[in-house]
């Protein structure tokens, strides 16, 4: 099978712009540089000719933007799902963020994306151009000219631990189905729970110390498209603006990966985003894992209308206290 | 909070309306009592509490929280303990997960025929968060006096 | 800002004596928005109340704060107190400082220093509060009774004697339920149908009672006091207006070989038929399954008998709409199936019967006309084996049996076993029990004259296995008083089955959003103190669907649950409670996380146009609270992820000041 | 009684799985055993005395050497006891006294019974061997 590439992807789209199956595509464009793919609504053939890429570095879940876009007019949005992307389409029509009839849905396979960080790390800073053939990246930097790295050298740790390769959902399929994978995900999570108390503390304080408040992760994260963010809501007694004290750092991170629980895919975008590169997804993972400890496994978004683990219960559920130790000891 | 160089914590803790707050009041009925920093907020259920709280009483001051409710089963809006017992066993959960002592924060059932229950848990709850001393890790210095 | 007056009560010495109520009362002077802080020493004595009274006229108070003793004591009495000085009873707040305070504490310094941020706390509290009416909405007096069976009837006649207009539902051709194929009644052992049948009498001709008989609940929309009921009147073939009910057709009619499901398939019916002879209405239905005439249009024979001509063989299934102030489930029970015990050869043999069937077999009424035959060979049967708990108190295994006592089969197989021994003197009687329970008047008394007066074997012991051996049944069984296994040649086996609710329930409590435990019997909203009513306001349940239940405690319910309905229907307007959740729309998802935690049902929801702030109109799903179904619980205030979802009277912003003023 | 070899009466409930305080003493179990007859403790019994720690007379009993594991009382329990689990545990905890009942290749010969299948003695065999 062979992997889908850019020009595939712009001959599918303009095709579904040009036979009228949707009135605009949202997929990929370049950003200010090679690597900063960003999202993007096309409107025409032509802007799709000139401007969509699709590579390595479109780690970009696309899934999030329907929400608004499906209301603006009435034609359909397409739109490209890699299949973590589709595990948050699900999720979002389960909570019923847009319409599905006004959506069609491209799936396609994906073999896991680059992480432009651990490029960063082997090639240094200053990065001028990047571009990759399937197998291997070239860099080319500022100081020390071109190089060429090893794409497995640089795939990102989500998809090093990726769930699921499976697209759950979609109207129209590009590339393998996929299967769903046995991934040692949960295994720095795990580690954490193993350290002490003090160590925990000590680990998490140097990460979230580092938090400069950009509120990518909120931004980026498609269980995140509340009308409006508590975070941002004078009214809502969490609203805080900046990390002035190490008190909000936590407060922030805690309160959104409880918002986001049961109802976070972990498709890990929170982590790609972070300017600071802090492992956000191990918190969210870290409610995954309790979850499945505590009231069976859960895969949010692995179908449409699942009730959530929190607003679910059996009679017989855990109790808090047992479940504190469980969720420490738990470490198989 | 230091009290003549002791350190006496102060305990936040939510009781819903139908049995833990009945409760605590028969522990004062019965005259059982318990340490003078526990203050009690009064919700219709447990399920009301929100996470929010809780990190809002640590951020301003509290050494422990605590949310009381009525025995699974025997809610008085049949579900609302059932919810939280699962919030809150993710939320200490993850607490824990933080590095916070999780003998901070706890959740205790308790009927309203159940003072001397009430009492017995304020006094070991107290002394539990008494042991861990201050609340260090959880605490904005700005709310600190 | 509000102008908050503080009032520190004494009670006496009670608080009095542990705190100092003067320095509490100076202390909360100086918070922001207080304008008038006083002691007194009983708040709640006329006096007190005066105190108040005058103090919200004398400073224009907007909010009041009585430190006295647990709300729970006189919260109301307060409310009042400001109601009658002219202020919103909501704007009153308690802080406890009896009970939770002067009563737990010795020490006069930290009581009084307690006190003072409890007062604190709630001063920070009522700053926030805003003046709450409670929701009114209208009742509809009328209302719907689910289930035509002893309980249905009972309820519906006792609503209707309170001059309440009451309409029965019932899927069966004719009202009567599972009582009308009963023989006699424990303990008294008076004949069902002869105590059934008027009050079934007395229903149909009440004009108070519509009887929709073949009919079903097909949707249910609404709230208490306004529900808004489908009924799906199926189509019977028959005009009801018309058919006078002679049965001249159920005589003449060709088909002959339906099984009749009222004698439980033991014999045969046409296709045309009425029930039994006192079915109310008595009114002939056709059996789409079975008339040749519906099925190949060749036939007609009951249209031309019909002098009322009352036959329709286009009749098509009706719906009815209609409005209902209350809804009372009495849908009922059924016995498990027997299928799956294969050890009691209840398929393998026509001489294993269930209670139910023996109840027919027994019936002057029924398919032997009374006699007991054995439905094999229609022998009179000389040895009886009577087995209790079929697929009762089951643990573990609910594909095949329930895990509850089933309750009536002690009394009723006491109750056959009694009669057998009666009727034919020359018959071996034997009940295998687990152990007999019969905690009812005159229920024990009853049991011990089946062993002592009757002469009924009754062993402690179970059945292990039944094997039908040419014409008697070899009943293998354990004697555990005697420690012997037992082998009984039995002509007549009857198996004591569990009963379970009606598989109708299920879809119904969807529709009600009434609650249901794991066996599917509706969950009272309390387990001892509302036992008739449903979590969900407005629905009522009577009889065996909320629990086993046998004929006098089915009517006691009913009973209940009638004058629970009368309590609704008598009031022109229902009062809600003020404090309940309120979703604001600008900030609502749209997510449903709220709705599925709703133990009531309340959040509903539609899509609203908005003006998003690039000019566009949006149109999105947004989530409001039916103010008159929300008990104010809150549990969809944290399940809302946007925190669109507040609490009136227990608001965000509300605890988050206590909380504050507590940790100062 | 009560706690008379609690720790042999932990063993048995372990090595059975099951709990024999669901059981609710209806006796199905003795009703169904198609081995009663044969047996001087029956099914109901076992469970009875193994939860009151009344187990030395089981452990010379003939009843368990007389269980045909046919499971038929594990079958229609109601409680989901499982008494045949319990007879076998109890055989087990004799066979498991090492030496005690030792069974040599050499000595099967002269038990060899021309009906008996030969599934039986190879099973004899595992079982007593040790």
Redesign the interface.
Same mark, same amino acid.
């Given at each position: 099978m062979q992997k889908i590439n850019s020009t595939m992807l712009i001959e599918k789209a303009a095709q579904l712009l040009e036979n009228g199956t949707a009135d605009r595509v949202l997929g990929w464009k370049k950003g200010e540089f090679d690597y900063d793919i960003t999202p993007a609504v096309f409107n025409s053939v032509d802007q799709i000719k000139k401007e969509f890429v699709f590579g390595d570095f479109c780690g970009a879940n696309l899934s999030k933007y329907l929400v608004k876009e499906t209301r603006k007019g009435d034609g359909k949005v397409a739109v490209f799902l890699k299949p973590c992307d589709t595990y948050s389409f699900n999720q979002l029509l389960t909570e019923k963020r847009f319409d599905r009839e006004k959506v069609y849905a491209v799936g396609i396979s994906c073999e896991g994306m680059a992480d432009i960080f651990k490029v960063k790390q082997i090639a240094g800073d200053g990065i001028v151009s990047v571009s990759s053939d399937g197998e291997n990246v070239k860099v080319e930097t500022l100081y020390d000219g071109e190089k060429t790295i090893k794409l497995s050298d640089v795939i990102a740790e989500r998809c090093i631990n990726c769930k699921s390769r499976k697209c759950v959902a979609y109207d129209e399929l590009m590339g393998e189905e996929g299967e769903i994978i046995d991934s040692d995900r949960f295994d720095m999570?795990s580690k954490?729970?193993s350290m002490s108390?003090?160590?925990?503390?000590?680990?998490?304080?140097n990460e979230l110390s580092k938090c400069i408040r950009c509120n990518a992760c909120r931004n980026v994260c498609p269980a995140c498209t509340c009308e409006k963010c508590?975070f941002d809501n004078p009214d809502s007694?969490?609203q805080n603006k900046a990390p002035?004290?190490?008190?909000?750092e936590?407060?922030f991170h805690?309160?959104r990966?409880?918002h986001v629980?049961g109802r976070c895919t972990d498709c890990g975008e929170c982590s790609r985003v972070c300017p600071q590169n802090i492992p956000l997804h191990l918190?969210n993972r870290?409610?995954i894992k309790?979850?499945d400890t505590?009231?069976g496994e859960y895969q949010a978004g692995a179908q449409v209308g699942s009730r959530a683990?929190?607003?679910?219960?059996?009679?017989g559920?855990?109790?808090?206290?047992e479940?504190?130790m469980?969720?420490?000891s738990e470490n198989a | 909070m230091q009290i003549n160089g002791e350190f006496k914590p102060?305990i936040?803790a939510f009781c819903c309306n139908w049995c833990s707050?009945?409760g605590?009041?028969l522990?004062?009925?019965n005259?059982?009592?318990?340490p003078?920093?526990v203050?009690?907020?009064? &919700?219709?259920?447990s399920?009301? &509490?929100?996470?929010?709280?809780i990190?809002?009483?640590?951020?301003?001051?509290?050494d422990g929280v605590i949310i009381c409710g009525c025995h699974?089963?025997d809610c008085?809006?049949?579900?609302?303990n059932?919810?939280t $017992? $699962? $919030?809150?066993?993710?939320?200490?959960?993850?607490?824990?997960?933080?590095?916070?002592?999780?003998e901070r924060?706890?959740?205790e059932w308790v009927s309203a025929a159940e003072g001397a229950k009430f009492?017995a848990t304020m006094n070991e709850f107290t002394e539990a968060v008494a042991a861990l001393g201050e609340n260090k890790?959880?605490?904005?210095? $700005?709310?600190k006096r | 800002m509000q102008r908050i007056g503080v009032f520190v009560c004494w009670c006496g010495s009670n608080i009095a004596g542990t705190v100092d109520v003067k320095a509490v009362a100076e202390a909360l002077k100086n918070e922001p928005g207080v304008v008038f802080s006083t002691d007194y020493q009983y708040m709640c004595s006329q006096a007190g109340q005066d105190i108040i009274k005058n103090a919200i006229k004398e400073h224009n108070l907007s909010g009041i704060v009585v430190c006295s003793c647990?709300?729970?004591m006189h919260e109301q009495t307060f409310r009042k107190t400001a109601q009658a000085a002219g202020l919103n009873p909501y704007m009153v707040e308690i802080s406890?400082i009896?009970?939770?305070?002067s009563?737990?504490?010795?020490?006069m310094e930290?009581?009084t220093?307690?006190a003072i941020?409890?007062g604190k706390?709630a001063i920070a509290k009522v700053n926030l509060n805003a003046p709450l009416t409670p929701g009114e909405s209208p009742v509809t007096k009328r209302a719907l009774v689910i289930g035509g069976g002893i309980a249905g009837i009972q309820t519906a006649l006792d609503i209707a004697d309170a001059g309440f207009p009451v309409d029965i539902v019932e899927t069966k051709p004719t009202i009567g339920g599972k009582m009308a194929q009963l023989d006699k009644t424990f303990p008294t052992l008076d004949c069902a149908a002869c105590i059934l049948t008027p009050k079934m009498v007395d229903a149909g001709q009440s004009d108070k009672i519509r009887i929709f008989s073949y009919s079903e609940v097909s949707q249910v929309k609404g709230f208490v006091g306004n529900f808004d009921v489908t009924i799906k009147k199926k189509a019977r073939y028959v005009k009801e207006d018309l058919c006078t009910g002679c049965g001249l057709c159920t005589e003449k009619c060709p088909q002959k070989k339906v099984p009749n499901e009222f004698n439980l398939g033991m014999d045969n019916r046409r296709a045309i038929y009425i029930p039994f002879a006192q079915a109310v209405p008595k009114v002939a239905t056709i059996d789409a399954d079975y008339c040749t005439m519906l099925k190949s249009g060749k036939c007609g024979v009951c249209s031309k008998v019909c002098t009322a001509g009352a036959i329709d063989y286009t009749q098509k299934d009706e719906y009815i709409e209609e409005k209902y102030g209350a809804i009372v489930v009495a849908t009922g029970y059924n016995p498990i199936s027997m299928d799956k015990f294969d050890e009691y050869a209840y398929n393998q043999s026509k001489d294993v019967i269930t209670s139910l069937e023996f109840e027919r077999l027994t019936n002057a009424a029924g398919p032997t006309a009374g006699k007991l035959l054995r439905p094999s060979d229609n022998k009179h049967p000389h040895t009886i084996v009577f087995v209790q708990c079929v697929g009762s108190r089951c643990a573990n295994c609910a594909e095949k049996g329930k895990e509850y006592c089933s309750k009536i089969c002690c009394m009723y197989t006491a109750k056959h076993a009694m009669l057998t021994r009666d009727k034919y003197p020359d018959t071996d009687v034997y009940v295998f029990y687990i152990d007999v329970r019969t905690p009812g008047k005159s229920f024990d008394e009853f049991y011990r004259r089946a062993v002592e007066e009757y002469g009924v074997h009754y062993i402690k012991g179970m059945v292990g296995k039944i094997a039908p051996e040419g014409d008697v049944l070899k009943v293998q069984a354990s004697d555990l008083i005697n420690n012997k296994q037992i082998h009984i040649d039995a002509d007549l086996v009857v198996l004591a089955a569990a009963i379970e609710p009606d598989k109708s329930a299920r879809p119904l409590a969807t529709m009600l959003t009434a609650?249901m435990d794991t066996n599917d019997f509706f969950?009272e909203?309390?387990p001892k103190l509302r036992p008739v009513e449903s979590?969900t306001a407005g629905v009522f349940l009577s009889g065996a669907c909320q629990g086993p239940k046998d004929i006098p405690e089915t009517v006691a319910q009913a009973g209940a649950a009638a004058s629970k309905v009368i309590g609704l229907l008598a009031k022109d307007k229902l009062m809600g409670n003020p404090?309940v959740a309120h979703s604001n729309e600008l900030m609502c998802n749209g997510c449903s996380s709220c709705e599925r935690?709703c133990?009531y049902g309340a959040i509903t929801y539609s899509d609203k146009e908005f003006r998003m702030p690039d000019r566009t109109v949006a149109i999105r799903r947004v989530a409001s609270v039916n103010e008159a179904v929300c008990?104010?619980?809150?549990?969809c205030?944290?399940?809302c992820p946007s925190g669109a979802m507040d609490?009136k009277g227990?608001a965000?912003n509300q605890?988050?000041a206590?909380?504050?003023a507590?940790?100062? | 009684m009560q706690n008379k070899n609690s720790s042999l009466r932990d063993e048995i409930i372990r090595i059975s799985g099951t709990n024999p305080r669901k059981c609710m003493l209806c006796g199905k179990c003795s009703a169904t055993c198609p081995a009663f007859d044969g047996m001087d403790y029956a099914p109901h019994q076992f469970v009875n005395m193994i939860e009151n720690g009344n187990i030395e007379p089981l452990l010379n009993s003939k009843s368990i050497y007389q269980c045909l594991s046919c499971f038929a009382c594990l079958e229609r329990c109601p409680r989901t006891v499982e008494p045949a689990k319990l007879i076998e545990a109890v055989r087990l905890s004799v066979i498991r006294k090492q030496g005690a009942n030792h069974l040599k290749p050499d000595n099967i010969p002269a038990l060899l019974d021309e009906d008996l299948p030969q599934q039986a003695i190879v099973s004899a065999m595992r079982k007593y061997n040790k």
């Open positions: 999570v954490i729970e108390e003090d160590e925990r503390f000590g680990f998490w304080q508590v007694c969490a002035a004290d190490s008190f909000e936590k407060m805690i309160i990966a409880f629980a918190l870290k409610f309790d979850i505590f009231y683990p929190l607003v679910d219960y059996t009679e559920d855990i109790e808090p206290g479940a504190v469980k969720g420490e | 102060l936040v707050y009945a605590a009041d522990a004062g009925n005259r059982l009592a318990y003078e920093n203050k009690i907020i009064k &919700v219709p259920c399920c009301r &509490v929100n996470p929010m709280f990190l809002r009483a640590f951020q301003r001051g509290a699974p089963g008085h809006y049949t579900s609302g059932y919810y $017992r $699962r $919030r809150m066993s993710l939320l200490f959960s993850m607490l824990n997960f933080l590095g916070i002592e999780k924060t706890r959740v009492a890790r959880l605490e904005d210095l $700005r709310c | 647990s709300p729970r406890n009896r009970e939770q305070c009563w737990v504490h010795k020490d930290k009581g220093e307690k941020i409890l706390a609650s969950t909203a309390h979590p404090c935690v133990p008990q104010g619980c809150g549990a205030t944290v399940a609490l227990f965000n605890i988050v206590e909380v504050d507590i940790c100062k | -």
